[in-house]
């Protein structure tokens, strides 16, 4: 059938096959204008996270906007005349900004130690550094020691300041990401009815919309306060840091990657294929069909609707690894036929060459396409987007290379054969000698390679952080390493308190009794539990200082604010006293709303029964390993409190990227074993022998096995971009195998002897394996100049697996197939016409 198609039409009618395709990918091209990069917070979480739901509630509930946090560091005294001038015109610029709801600095905090006053002075007027008569020492000993301050207005040093820049509220996409998830759960539950599906169609639409203009908000902000920033650069130095800032800054370095790294991996392409082919058209066609396919699949993608993220942000660059393997493939093998055949028409070399080459091609796409499968089972919805973007990608690879490689070479003219000059040097000559002539030390390496690979897998650890996403030499790395040091940590986490029932006795795991003796405001405090100022009791305080003095000694834990700061700063006006219930409930009926809204209500929401303990997280930090953490935490806290009086419950992005890696990790792992299943099959089916599959299937571990094992013992985590490679070895090591072991049957059928088959074999098939991995490997060389670290570890774990792969197919297999000797011997063919 295949032949009869490439006879009746692409041979026959070359032009017009090659003008209609083109044409085709060319209007279809102009969906690429949609393409869009999202590096949002968004992404990078589970779908169906039952944390994620709380998250958002506890973002409702205590009203926790999102904030950029810039570090200031003036070159005189942080409080010196003009340093504040400073700081207060900056301040007053970002106010006026439309996205920015408030800003918090030095200057507008309220003051309760310079000098230390009365409770009700301190409730009848606010006072800060605006105030001309402030005690600029005493206020100075108050940022560093008060417990609100310390540690994240100012640094120990204090020579860096926080500007807290607060941002407004998005009220219509959370009610539209609403309304959505509940319409996509009831769909998922049991079905929509044709209203709701259409209101399910219209709020997609809105969610889109609404999104990417905030999107563009978002970037425009960030451009404002950067552009503010730079008109104070000679008094002072400033870092911004924050969850937007991130997503916005690795957007931008996606675009750098893609335009300025793409742009010199074609160049690094073409340079290559000149050196390696010697022939314009063997550099032209390759670059034609990448650029074809890329178009392709770019389109799509952009028709569709589906978004580049910071995991799927490589898949141009795996599927230029898949099509130039397709396309040197047959380059090589064209070129083998013409000169064993220099007199053969050009139509029958093509035909030849694309019949030949057609099983082992297909049924490595297939395999290819079984290995990024394992991304589909993830339950992140970028994750799933990009093994669906492989295997479409790799599929129009497939076609497009088919297609346009034949038609082309039907209209040039027939050049004589490249003449490579094959030393006995040359890899795939080298390979073949050393395994005609190695005894034992090819198995010995092997053997070391595999308890290399599983004492260094033994070492992995899954982890994300974002301020190493980032060279060290970079502005963005050295902003984020300052807040991150000096000014309470990066990544947030919160520990949510809830209280099972007022009714109940509050007591501590820990005590073996409670105090039985009340005075007679505690008898009436109980019976009138429906006032909030009477909600704060003595047992409920007890337990909120607990929590929040374990919270502070975790060395991985930077600032800690709860309704405990509160208690402490009162401890300090009142005369270094504690204060009980009583003093809370008199605080609480008298508290200013500027008061409440900065140490209260982010805290405590008494509707709910709820404490919120916030707490940043130290990124940087060496020993920090996301997943012990959090579970430590959770146990110590269940522990530490009655169960049958609050439970404890942690939630922000800190929990939700943990959780989206190790459901990542795990869902990997799990599939890796399916997968693997899923080709042995696919072996057993091409080769139809279970010695050959077995072979296969050893020769395409070790590669994985080498990769994994060089990430665990060069410490290189476990991330959203790292996990992936798993997919990308299985692929890119199956297609040599099947074009290996496809090559060596048919040679195999000329003299029934493996030691000539396989130095056949290496001298033909093993060109274009050398070619295509030495081609890869060079032109991704160059993403290792990159500023995103994951893009970096991304281009030389690429690399590491192209060579592995190569090594494993021209070394272990062949001398594997000498040593089993798989094949059955067949009737000689002596003459091939």
């Not at 870092?239 to 074609?266: A, E, R, T």
């Not at 040039?412 to 054969?417: F, V």
């Not at 502005?475 to 109940?504: A, C, W």
């Not at 299985?730 to 195998?737: F, H, S």
Request: one cysteine or more; a neutral charge; charged letters at 20%.
């Amino acid at each position: 059938m295949l032949s009869k198609l490439y006879r009746k039409l692409i041979l026959k009618y070359p032009l017009s096959v090659f003008i209609l395709l083109i044409s085709s990918i060319l209007i279809f091209g102009i969906n690429v204008v949609n393409l869009e990069i999202d590096a949002s917070a968004e992404t990078l979480l589970l779908n169906d996270d039952k944390d994620l739901a709380f998250t958002r509630i506890v973002a409702k509930r205590f009203k926790t906007n999102d904030v950029l946090v810039l570090a200031y560091k003036p070159k005189q005294d942080l409080l010196s005349k003009e340093s504040l001038q400073i700081l207060t015109h900056i301040s007053d610029d970002l106010e006026k900004l439309p996205s920015v709801e408030s800003v918090s600095s030095l200057i507008n905090v309220p003051l309760f130690f310079s000098p230390i006053r009365e409770m009700d002075d301190l409730i009848n007027e606010t006072r800060t550094l605006k105030n001309s008569d402030i005690n600029l020492s005493l206020a100075k000993q108050e940022f560093l020691t008060s417990p609100l301050y310390k540690d994240s207005l100012v640094n120990k040093d204090f020579t860096i300041s926080s500007i807290l820049i607060h941002l407004y509220d998005n009220p219509e996409y959370f009610t539209l990401l609403e309304k959505r998830n509940l319409l996509l759960q009831k769909q998922k539950a049991s079905s929509l009815s044709k209203e709701e599906k259409q209101t399910l169609h219209d709020v997609n639409i809105a969610f889109k919309v609404h999104r990417d203009k905030q999107r563009i908000l978002d970037n425009n902000n960030i451009k404002e306060i950067r552009s503010l920033i730079s008109k104070y650069q000679d008094e002072a130095a400033f870092f911004l840091g924050g969850v937007q800032m991130i997503s916005n800054d690795i957007v931008g370095f996606v675009k750098n990657d893609l335009l300025i790294y793409g742009s010199i991996l074609i160049l690094l392409l073409i340079l290559v294929l000149g050196i390696v082919f010697k022939k314009p058209r063997w550099v032209m066609l390759p670059i034609l069909i990448c650029t074809l396919s890329v178009i392709a699949i770019t389109s799509s993608l952009g028709f569709f609707g589906w978004e580049i993220t910071v995991i799927s942000s490589n898949f141009i660059a795996l599927q230029l690894i898949i099509t130039i393997s397709i396309v040197l493939h047959l380059i090589v093998r064209y070129e083998e036929l013409l000169t064993q055949y220099p007199r053969a028409s050009s139509r029958r070399l093509i035909l030849l060459t694309m019949l030949s080459k057609a099983t082992p091609t297909f049924f490595a796409i297939l395999t290819t396409i079984a290995g990024f499968s394992s991304l589909l089972f993830s339950h992140i919805h970028p994750v799933i987007n990009l093994g669906w973007m492989m295997s479409a990608g790799i599929t129009m690879s497939l076609v497009i290379s088919f297609i346009i490689f034949p038609t082309v070479l039907m209209l040039l003219k027939k050049t004589p054969p490249v003449k490579q000059q094959k030393s006995i040097f040359s890899l795939p000559s080298l390979t073949a000698n050393i395994v005609l002539n190695d005894k034992k030390y090819i198995f010995i390496i092997t053997l070391l390679t595999i308890v290399f690979s599983i004492t260094g897998a033994s070492q992995l650890i899954v982890e994300n952080s974002f301020i190493n996403y980032f060279k060290k030499d970079t502005d963005i790395y050295k902003g984020m390493k300052i807040i991150d040091q000096e000014l309470g940590g990066t990544t947030p986490l919160d520990v949510i308190l809830t209280f099972s029932d007022e009714n109940i006795t509050v007591s501590l795991v820990t005590e073996t009794e409670t105090e039985e003796d009340e005075d007679s405001f505690e008898d009436e405090f109980n019976t009138l539990e429906n006032k909030d100022q009477y909600w704060f009791t003595d047992e409920k305080i007890t337990i909120i200082k607990k929590i929040h003095d374990y919270l502070t000694h975790i060395e991985q834990i930077g600032e800690v604010q709860s309704f405990a700061t509160l208690l402490d700063t009162g401890k300090i006006l009142n005369q270094n006293k504690n204060l009980d219930s009583v003093d809370l409930a008199i605080i609480y009926q008298k508290l200013p709303q500027i008061y409440r809204d900065i140490i209260l209500l982010p805290y405590v929401n008494i509707e709910h029964n709820q404490l919120r303990f916030s707490t940043r997280i130290i990124d940087s930090n060496e020993a920090l390993r996301r997943d012990i953490l959090l579970k430590k935490i959770t146990d110590d806290l269940t522990h530490m409190i009655n169960p049958h009086v609050a439970t404890v419950q942690l939630s922000n992005l800190m929990v939700l990227y943990n959780n989206m890696l190790q459901s990542l990790f795990h869902s990997q792992i799990t599939m890796l074993s399916l997968v693997l299943l899923i080709i042995f099959l696919m072996f057993f089916v091409l080769f139809r022998s279970f010695k050959l599959t077995i072979i296969a299937l050893t020769v395409n571990i070790i590669p994985i096995g080498m990769v994994f094992g060089f990430m665990g013992w060069l410490h290189i985590p476990l991330d959203i971009m790292t996990i992936t490679i798993a997919a990308i070895a299985m692929g890119i090591g199956v297609d040599d195998t099947i074009h290996y072991i496809h090559r060596f049957k048919v040679e195999f059928t000329k003299d029934n002897l493996y030691y000539f088959t396989m130095q056949r074999t290496n001298n033909s098939i093993g060109y274009a394996m050398y070619y295509t991995s030495l081609t890869v490997i060079i032109g991704f060389s160059i993403l290792t100049l990159s500023n995103l670290i994951p893009t970096i570890y991304f281009g030389v774990l690429t690399m590491l697996v192209m060579a592995a792969a190569l090594i494993s197919n021209l070394i272990l297999l062949p001398k594997l197939l000498l040593l089993v000797k798989p094949l059955k011997k067949y009737a000689t063919i002596k003459k091939i016409k």
